[in-house]
């Protein structure tokens, strides 16, 4: 059974570096404590596609009682090219308690210590690029005091 399904595979498409502000508190809502993190720009290489991220995008986060925080971001990229791709990113964060503290914090957690992966959809009007607009992407990301690293694999 199964045989004739095939196995996911993962191609690197990019590495994209966020810088970001501090988040604002909205406060704890029934779903969990609510928060906005501004998105003011970033760059992005690797072996499919380079450029920068346009600054103006939002990471929309709620901090869910069980401890995982449920992250929706959404944000513009713009290519070496000046094609530009819209991106919305929406995964999960959890880490052991100390480590979650910290981040909501501000402070550095070392990235192996947390658990945070995504799942994003690109979409474009660039006829070059239509690939993006035909695939799924998976991530995985890394949060610093100032930053947001991602890896962004195109699921093949």
Not at 49 to 72: A, C, F
Request: hydrophobic content about 40%; glycine content about 10%; aromatic content about 8%.
């Amino acid at each position: 059974m199964g045989g004739n399904i095939a196995t996911p595979d993962l191609t690197l498409v990019t590495d994209l570096t966020v810088h970001v502000l501090p988040p604002i508190d909205v406060g704890t809502t029934p779903h969990g404590m609510r928060r906005v993190v501004p998105l003011t720009g970033g760059t992005f290489s690797g072996p499919r596609l380079n450029g920068k991220m346009i600054p103006g995008g939002s990471d929309y986060q709620y901090w869910r009682t069980d401890g995982v925080t449920e992250i929706h971001a959404r944000y513009v990229l713009e290519t070496d090219t000046g094609a530009k791709i819209y991106v919305e990113n929406t995964g999960l964060r959890h880490a052991p308690p100390e480590a979650m503290e910290r981040l909501a914090q501000g402070l550095p957690v070392d990235p192996k210590a947390v658990y945070f992966r995504s799942v994003a959809r690109l979409e474009t009007a660039d006829a070059d690029l239509a690939w993006v607009n035909r695939s799924i992407f998976l991530c995985s990301g890394a949060r610093f005091p100032d930053r947001v690293e991602i890896r962004i694999f195109e699921v093949g």
